[in-house]
């Protein structure tokens, strides 16, 4: 599977559970949310944007995908939600590993971009680190309709936070549909 095929197969309605572990203070806590999932085509103004914003050429794009989420975690009062788009820069010499440009978070001085990798075992891993955090995600499909997914999140000094999601597709586009949908677009 390369990543135009995992984020094909990620595409529609889901539901994710959340079990996050905050190792600095020693407590958990559990959330719950709703993502949804769209490939957006190569031309799309957002995919061109973004390449614009991280100066590469838009042309490099493997495709492109939103993820929009709303949800709750059990310690905040207030409910996350909100979206971004991703959009994978493949590596000249290995298609499998590259770039992961994002939107910036509003928390952010300027763009970070990530790396991706496929594993042998279709294992998507994305990295993103700056001067003060690093985060490693690693996603999976158990079946095409079972999502799981780690992540571990460091600050300079240590662990900070380590994540497990199980994610279920409630709806929307199903993954052979999807790719048969990319194919004639």
Same mark, same amino acid.
């Given at each position: 599977?390369?990543?135009?095929?995992?984020?094909?197969?990620?595409?529609?309605?889901?539901?994710?559970? #959340?079990?996050? /572990? /905050?190792?600095?203070?020693?407590?958990?806590?559990?959330?719950?949310?709703? =993502?949804?999932?769209?490939?957006?085509?190569? *031309?799309?103004?957002?995919?061109?944007? =973004?390449?614009?914003?991280?100066?590469v050429d838009p042309t490099l794009a493997?495709?492109?995908?939103?993820?929009?989420?709303?949800?709750?975690?059990?310690?905040?009062?207030?409910? &996350?939600?909100?979206?971004?788009?991703?959009?994978?820069?493949? /590596?000249?010499?290995?298609?499998?590993?590259?770039?992961?440009?994002?939107?910036?978070?509003?928390?952010?001085?300027?763009?970070?971009?990530?790396?991706?990798?496929?594993?042998? *075992? *279709?294992? =998507?891993?994305?990295?993103?680190? *700056?001067?003060?955090?690093?985060?490693?995600?690693?996603?999976?499909?158990?079946? &095409?309709? =079972?999502?799981? #997914?780690?992540?571990?999140?460091?600050?300079?000094?240590?662990? #900070?936070?380590?994540?497990?999601?199980?994610?279920?597709?409630?709806?929307?586009?199903? &993954?052979?549909?999807?790719?048969?949908?990319?194919?004639t677009a």
């Amino acid at each position: 599977m390369d990543i135009v095929e995992f984020f094909q197969q990620s595409s529609g309605k889901w539901f994710s559970q #959340r079990s996050s /572990h /905050h190792l600095a203070v020693n407590q958990s806590e559990g959330g719950k949310s709703n =993502l949804l999932i769209e490939m957006l085509p190569k *031309d799309d103004p957002a995919i061109i944007a =973004l390449c614009e914003q991280y100066a590469v050429d838009p042309t490099l794009a493997l495709c492109g995908i939103r993820v929009t989420w709303d949800g709750k975690m059990e310690w905040d009062k207030e409910k &996350p939600a909100g979206s971004t788009v991703l959009v994978p820069i493949a /590596h000249s010499e290995n298609p499998n590993e590259g770039k992961l440009l994002r939107t910036q978070d509003s928390v952010e001085k300027a763009p970070v971009a990530g790396r991706y990798a496929i594993s042998k *075992d *279709d294992v =998507l891993v994305l990295t993103t680190e *700056d001067d003060t955090l690093s985060a490693e995600e690693r996603l999976w499909f158990a079946s &095409p309709n =079972l999502r799981l #997914r780690t992540s571990v999140l460091k600050q300079s000094g240590g662990f #900070r936070t380590a994540s497990f999601c199980s994610e279920i597709r409630m709806g929307g586009i199903k &993954p052979a549909e999807n790719a048969s949908a990319s194919a004639t677009a």
